[in-house]
């Protein structure tokens, strides 16, 4: 995978580790080499390392908390105050529509903080005033958005230092505290985490873990787990670790390939030789996979912020594709699928998809620029051939009619004279992990612009 870990072998015994004593117990599926961080020395587990079974006991630790510390209203509070907007408000309390001088809003009827992303930041606060002095470590940004990231900066929640690609775990101490963010982190960290007897805030989102479970149910029944992702996020990385075999595909193309090495060339010849599907995938497939014998038995999974209508399309290609290679009569033995898409991505990709039918000057997309259900968000704008800017943060806006916004394929893009002249409509929307207050401050500084053009005609 492309991102890697400092490990730590589990002792058989040891009195300072926090843990249940099942935990020093796991039975594993395959062998697994680990190394220590800070020693250059290697040391192999012998038995079979089962993730399930690991992460069921690691919850059950005292040092393990993924509920709070009781100062839910008070956290609550605080972030209304940080994040909300009148602006919003009052789209909100007016059907989704607004007029302020010569600017109409339509706001998208999904969008922002998801409950998943909302309930991450809650426990983080949380988790500082329940240890206002202790170390506190992220083992990646909380979420995709650089205001909340950092806000939890200026609250003294850092992460752990990256150095050529690898987490500098060893930066960690007994004693400190650890938050596992939104997008969960992979069993490799969770048991480098466990050895260290540190504090862990697990703020993974409920449906990422609901993913996790699928993919350990794809393991139990021996199929491969055909992952619908970016083999670097940090959520992929997390479900692959959970994953037996796996191939993480990127979009439909990706899917076609593997589809057409299935059927031996027969779909569409996109396909060649064992060793060019390795090649292509060499970041994406579980160690020691071999499609010959690995594409038998397949199910879908997904990244939770990927876009919904594709996910689905992979999953009725690969069943078709199955179905073609063993047979209609036979397609439970080949195929496995659960519902793995996310209600909030899924909503609010809808509610974008409803939006770009309204009649519409230009779509402002609000999101973090590493954020990839806003990226979606943005992509469904791009497609329907709307002028669509997506922005991470009010910033990008000025100075004057300028903006800097990028791509859904990952352009930085900069553009003189974007708002055009005269009364205008404006689609709005933000990723879910973005505050209502970040999407309010870009839509003031629109409003600013067009005051002072109408000024200029005055």
Request: with cysteine; net charge negative.
């Amino acid at each position: 995978m492309a991102l890697s870990a400092h490990l730590c072998r589990l002792p058989a015994t040891r009195a300072d580790i926090a843990m249940p004593e099942s935990l020093t117990r796991i039975r594993c599926r395959k062998p697994l080499s680990v190394r220590c961080s800070g020693d250059s020395s290697s040391a192999a587990v012998d038995s079979e390392f089962d993730p399930k079974v690991f992460r069921k006991n690691l919850t059950r630790s005292k040092n393990y908390n993924r509920k709070g510390f009781g100062y839910k209203e008070e956290t609550l509070q605080l972030m209304n105050r940080e994040y909300t907007s009148d602006i919003i408000k009052t789209l909100k309390e007016n059907g989704y529509e607004y007029t302020w001088g010569t600017v109409t809003v339509k706001l998208a009827e999904a969008y922002g903080f998801c409950w998943g992303v909302e309930r991450a930041v809650q426990i983080a606060y949380e988790a500082r005033k329940q240890f206002p002095t202790e170390t506190i470590w992220l083992t990646n940004e909380i979420i995709h958005n650089p205001t909340v990231n950092k806000r939890l900066e200026e609250m003294k929640v850092q992460n752990i230092p990256l150095e050529e690609g690898t987490k500098q775990f060893e930066v960690v101490n007994k004693g400190d505290v650890v938050i596992l963010p939104a997008f969960g982190a992979a069993v490799e960290e969770m048991l480098t985490l466990s050895e260290k007897n540190v504090q862990i805030v697990d703020t993974t989102c409920p449906w990422v873990a609901k993913v996790w479970n699928t993919v350990e149910k794809h393991k139990k029944g021996d199929y491969t787990s055909i992952i619908h992702g970016k083999y670097a996020h940090e959520e992929t990385v997390a479900t692959a670790s959970f994953a037996g075999k796996y191939v993480i595909v990127k979009n439909m193309a990706e899917a076609e390939y593997v589809c057409d090495y299935i059927l031996g060339g027969e779909f569409n010849g996109s396909s060649s030789t064992r060793e060019a599907f390795l090649e292509k995938f060499k970041f994406a497939v579980s160690e020691g996979f071999d499609p010959d014998r690995d594409l038998i038995k397949v199910g879908i999974a997904n990244q939770t912020t990927m876009l919904k209508g594709e996910t689905e399309e992979i999953g009725r290609l690969l069943e078709r594709t199955m179905m073609r290679k063993f047979g209609v009569e036979n397609i439970n033995e080949h195929f496995i699928s659960f519902n793995t898409i996310c209600d909030a991505t899924q909503e609010r990709q809808d509610a974008m998809y409803k939006l770009v039918e309204e009649d519409l000057d230009l779509m402002l997309v609000v999101g973090g620029w590493n954020s990839s259900n806003t990226s979606h968000l943005q992509e469904i704008a791009e497609e329907r051939g709307i002028p669509s800017y997506w922005i991470d943060s009010e910033q990008r806006i000025g100075p004057g009619n300028r903006i800097a916004y990028k791509l859904n394929h990952g352009e930085l893009v900069e553009k003189e004279n974007w708002l055009p002249e005269g009364p205008i409509t404006i689609g709005v929307t933000s990723g879910a992990s973005t505050p209502d207050k970040v999407v309010e401050d870009a839509l003031i500084k629109i409003f600013d612009l067009k005051r002072e053009e109408a000024m200029q005609l005055v």
